[in-house]
């Protein structure tokens, strides 16, 4: 298989995916909750797989993970993950923990698993109950294989707004093994994690133990998913989840392994691609916005600043409409509730300098607004304060955006 070279010797695997990783399957059907695109879907390992997961911090959250979270606190291991669009089965009481729970054993009862050794997630409309005749129709019609258009079918299946599939793949060099690692990913609107922004699959071969697998996605979850955002909105249901089957056949990993770096990096890089993705696919949006922060006296602050640049209504509209208006910028960094010296403060627009020590600077305003125009744009800011960065991603703010969420549930 083709790969791209990148840093660490960490290669991208070019049109990779969840199954690009020995020992998966995958499968997604039309179960007739949505009017014909598929709506349900399964990843299953060959073996039991170590578990990790982190969710939404609102207070608001879903059924599913409600099930999910006790599932993976009886072992530590998870083997399938059903998943259904359509239907966020959110704030539906005690009905929708009933469903969630019948969802997870009617899927143990096809796969002939344990119960706890299934995971479940649900998206989509807030307040509905779940069509459970339909569920129980759709989960007994998957039937997992390991091609590309299984994982297609199942990347499908789990997008709501979506305007694009969302998936990518890596490999590594561990113990002198080669280990892969895949991932699928939905989020398009309701993105404003504090833990994730989304559903989000990931699958490796690395053998690892469930709660060292936990560290390492905490970690990466707080410079990845959490550092995106495209309307404010934290959902009821975000989710990531990462299964690993041991059968690449490392050594098994611990942070005192001489190659966790790597597989740290290696999980980096896979949730970096799936939030630029998201960020990317926000609803309506046009462009792509990075915001890095450098020179800054703690990561914490140079993270809070970069999210709240990204974040910012009159930022995102300014760069919909290819309006250079710095002032946007340094406003938001002032709310933010970060530390730093608003009097050396330098903004850029790409490699266009329109502030420097906080002071306004001549610059074309024809070339910064030709810059604005492309479908990435990066926004860079430098605080000279210490050696701390941090990095957000998000999108612009576009007539679109109402118009999608104005009629979401039509």
């Known amino acids: 298989m083709e790969t791209l070279k990148s840093a660490n010797n960490i290669n991208k695997i070019e049109d990779g995916n969840i199954l690009t990783v020995r020992g998966f399957k995958a499968a997604g059907v039309h179960a007739g909750l949505r009017y014909s695109k598929k709506d349900l879907g399964v990843i299953f390992s060959e073996v039991p797989a170590s578990c990790a997961a982190v969710y939404t911090q609102s207070l608001v959250q879903a059924a599913p993970l409600i099930v999910t979270k006790e599932s993976i606190q009886k072992e530590g291991t998870i083997q399938a993950v059903v998943v259904n669009s359509a239907c966020a089965n959110a704030c539906t009481g005690a009905q929708g923990l009933k469903d969630a729970y019948e969802m997870r054993a009617i899927c143990a009862d096809k ?7 299934v995971a479940v997630a649900s998206t989509g409309v807030i307040g509905e109950y779940m069509q459970m005749e339909k569920i129980k129709t759709g989960i007994w019609q998957l039937e997992p294989d390991s091609t590309t258009s299984s994982a297609e079918d199942f990347q499908t299946a789990i997008l709501t707004t979506d305007t694009v599939m969302k998936h990518v793949a890596y490999e590594a ?32 071969d690395v053998k690892i133990e469930s709660k060292y697998l936990q560290k390492a996605l ?47 990096e290696l999980l980096k890089n896979v949730s970096i691609d799936l939030a630029k993705m998201i960020a990317k696919d926000g609803e309506g949006a046009t462009k792509l916005i990075e915001v890095n922060v450098t020179g800054a006296s703690s990561k914490k602050d140079a993270q809070i600043i970069a999210k709240t640049i990204v974040g910012s209504n009159l930022v995102k509209s300014a760069v919909y409409g290819a309006d250079a208006n710095w002032g946007r910028i340094i406003g938001a960094m002032g709310r933010s509730g970060a530390e730093f010296n608003p009097h050396q403060v330098d903004i850029y627009f790409g490699d266009i300098n329109v502030l420097k020590n906080s002071e306004p600077v001549t610059f074309s305003e024809e070339e910064a607004a030709e810059y604005l125009k492309g479908h990435t744009v990066v926004l860079n800011v ?3 304060e210490g050696n701390e960065s941090g990095t957000a991603w998000g999108c612009d703010l576009t007539y679109d955006y109402v118009k999608i969420n104005a009629s979401y549930r039509t």
Do not use: C
Not at 111 to 117: A, G, K, M, V
């Open 111 to 117: 796969f002939s698993l344990p119960e706890h050794y």
């Open 173 to 204: 060099v561990i113990d002198g093994t080669r280990v892969t690692m895949g991932g699928a990913a939905k989020g398009s609107g309701m993105i404003h994690p504090n833990m994730a922004t989304m559903l989000g699959f990931i699958t490796t």
């Open 218 to 264: 905490s970690e990466v979850t707080d410079v990845t998913f959490n550092q995106i955002t495209v309307d404010g909105d934290t959902s009821t249901n975000d989710m990531v989840i990462v299964l690993a089957n041991g059968l690449a056949g490392n050594h098994s990993l611990t942070p005192e392994h001489e190659d966790w770096d790597v597989f740290v």
């Open 382 to 384: 430098q605080l000279f």
